[in-house]
């Protein structure tokens, strides 16, 4: 693979995808903000993605095998992109997500539920912009173009304090607030994420592709595994209806689970959450402990 030009790579597992397509031999190009630097050895282009002029000044005379976006998150942000990137790439591969089919039936959800030419006026709220931004992106004629439609991300640094919820109050003896009869989801690891991003920008299909790891959870089975990793019996609030709306991260009203059958038939073969899960929960837990004797030290 020739350069590659990776928006974010910050954190998490972007950072992670950074890391490893550079260990490969692979020429990266990280652009972002500059909130962190780059590993040693990548490329690092300082510029906010929101600002056109800066965007294209600091990409001034580059061009790149194909582009990986980690945050693009809006349609406007999905527009400049298309602007600036036309002739500068032929491949671009925006990380998106599940939410995309929040508030569908049908699950498992295949690609084709969601139809990007039905879009309205720009939308607000995560899951309905970023499946704008895919539109925007997929109707541009500059560049060949895949969404992967990633599952809840487990595993690593995670930044975004969903799987940390759960140990906390498990730990503590503080019950978990969950739907009535909460549904099952996809979830994926995240060094499996960034190994499937990286196999996506290399490949040569197009359009979105669902990204999860075999075997769908549920709330009740996360706690569980907290609950054996902590040696703590999970409690539970249930609630219904409006008052929904207070529930934790991963508790879902319905089945909301993606059908990875696309990724596979393109070759690209997934693990199980059960050969992974333990060891997430594993590691979440023994920083839990830590921190929390760090703060009793302190």
């Known amino acids: 693979m020739n350069e590659l030009c990776v ?7 972007g950072r992670r995808l950074v890391e490893s397509l550079h ?7 990280v652009v972002n903000r500059g ?14 993605r929101d600002d056109e002029a800066a965007l294209r000044r600091a990409l001034a005379g580059r061009s790149f ?16 992109a298309a602007r600036v990137f036309a002739g500068r790439t032929a491949r671009y591969v925006m ?23 039905e879009q309205g006026p720009p939308a607000t709220g995560y899951g309905p912009a970023k499946r704008q931004a895919e539109a925007v992106l997929a109707a541009q004629p ?34 978990v607030t969950v739907h009535e009869n909460p549904g099952a989801s996809s979830f994926v690891h995240e060094a499996e994420i960034a190994r499937f991003l990286a196999w996506a920008a290399g490949a040569d299909f197009t359009g979105p592709v ?33 008052a929904a709306g207070e529930v934790s991260p991963y508790s879902f009203e319905r089945a909301f689970t993606m059908d990875t059958g696309r990724a596979a038939r393109l070759g690209f073969a997934f693990s199980q959450v059960a050969d992974w899960l333990p060891g997430v929960i ?17």
């Open 7 to 13: 928006i974010g790579g910050s954190r998490y597992f």
């Open 23 to 29: 260990a490969q031999g692979v020429a990266v190009t």
């Open 35 to 48: 909130s962190a630097p780059a590993p040693e050895g990548v490329t690092h282009l300082v510029a906010d």
């Open 65 to 80: 095998a194909a582009v990986i976006d980690q945050i693009c998150y809006t349609p406007a942000q999905a527009e400049i």
């Open 95 to 117: 990380t998106s997500t599940i939410e995309v089919y929040a508030g569908l039936d049908g699950a498992p959800f295949a690609e084709d539920a969601v139809d990007l030419a």
């Open 142 to 175: 500059d560049f060949a173009f895949v969404s992967v439609r990633s599952g809840h991300v487990l595993g690593g640094a995670d930044f975004t304090g969903r799987l940390e919820h759960y140990v906390r109050r498990i730990r503590a003896g503080l019950p």
């Open 210 to 242: 669902n990204a999860a790891s075999h075997g769908e959870l549920d709330v009740w089975e996360l706690c569980a595994a907290i609950g054996t990793a902590t040696s703590a019996a999970p409690a539970f609030t249930r609630v219904a209806g409006a």
């Open 282 to 298: 594993e590691r979440a837990v023994r920083t839990s402990v830590e921190e929390g004797a760090a703060c009793a030290g302190g």
